[in-house]
C-alpha cells in the first residue's frame, strides 16, 4: 500500500463548473457512474449536440444511466418544500436505484454503509486504498454536501484523506489538489455508504429483483432485453403518484399549480419569496434534464429497434414517447421564461 495515489478521472460537477463545453449534468449518481466507466474503459462516446444556440460535448453514458436508473422517468415533490426532491435517486429504493445503474453497466458492485455506531471507519478506508490501488474508482453518497454521490479517485495518508470530484466541491469549504479535486480528511463523519465496484459480468437484461441489496450477483428475473427493462422501469415509476414519502408523477403538478397560485405571496417579506422561488425555479430544471436525456434515450432506442424491424409499431410508440419527452424539456424553458432570461439576475422579484 502506498501513502498516496490518484487515478485521472473525469471531473464531474454542474453545469458550467466542469471547465469545458459539457452537456448538463445535475444528478450526481449518473455523472459520477460515467466518468467511473469511462475511466474503466467502457465504450460511451462523447458526440457534439446543438441545444439553446448553442453546442454542448454530451457524454452518453450519462444519458444511458439517468435513464437506466430511472430517474430520467421521475418527478418528487416535498409537501414541507425541501430540496431533496430534486434527488431523484429516490424515485426507487435507494438501493435499488444503484443496482439498476449497474445492471445496466454490466459490472458486480458492493455497497458498504457506515456503521451506524461508527465503528467501521478503518474497514471502509481499507477496501477504498485497495480498490484505487487496483484501479477502480470508488463511488460514495456523503463527505461533501448533501448525501448524493461524488466519485473518490484517490487517497493520502494511507487513505485517511480522500480525493476526488464532487457537484458541491465548490459550495463548501474544502481543500484542493493541485489539479482541482477535493482533498477530505475527516471523510468518515459525512459518509453514508460506498460502492466498490467488482468484476465485469455483462449487461442484465431482466428488471431484476430490485431488493438494492448491493451484492451485484442477481442474473434479473425479468424479460425482454435492457432496454425493454428500462422502458418498463420507467412506466412503473411514472405511474406512482407517491414514493417514499414524496409525491410522484401526475400528482406533482396539481401540487406544485397549488405552490404557485397560493394567496398571500403580495406580501410576504423578500427572503421568504427567494426561498419559495428557488424551490420552484430549481424543480423546472430537475424536470427539463430528466426529461431530455430520457427523450434521448428513448430516441436512440427507438432508432435500433426500427433498424431490426422495418415499420415497427413498438419503435414509433417509443419515438412519440421521446417526442413528448423533449416537449416536456421544452415547455420547462417556457416555464422559465415567464420571469425573464435564464440566469438573469433578480428574476425572483418577478415571482411576486
Known sequence: MSNKKILDVEKVGFAGSTGDNRAPESFPFPSCMTSLMQYLGEDYPVVEIEAHDRKYALRTGNVDFVAASGMAFGLLWHREFCTSCLDLTLVNEHGATIGYAFDWAGYEYEVIEKDPEGLNRDFIRKRIVESIDKGVPVLAFGIIGPPECLIIAGYDDGGDTVIGWSHFQDWEPCDKEPNGMFRRAGWYDGLWKVIITGRKTGRKTGLGNGTGDGTGNG?????GNAVRRVLELGLSIMEKTEIQGYVAGLAVYDEWIKYVLEPGLDNVDDETLKARHR?????????????????????????????VADGNAAAENVKRSAGCF????????????????????????RYR
Open 279 to 307: 424551490f420552484h425555479h430549481l424543480l423546472v430544471g430537475s424536470l427539463a434534464e430528466a426529461r431530455c436525456w430520457g427523450g434521448s434515450f428513448m430516441l436512440g432506442a427507438a432508432e435500433k429497434m426500427a433498424a
Open 219 to 223: 442474473t434479473g428475473n425479468g424479460t
Open 326 to 349: 423533449e416537449d416536456i424539456h421544452d415547455l420547462c424553458w417556457e416555464v422559465w421564461g415567464v420571469l425573464g432570461e435564464y440566469g438573469e439576475k433578480d428574476v425572483w422579484k
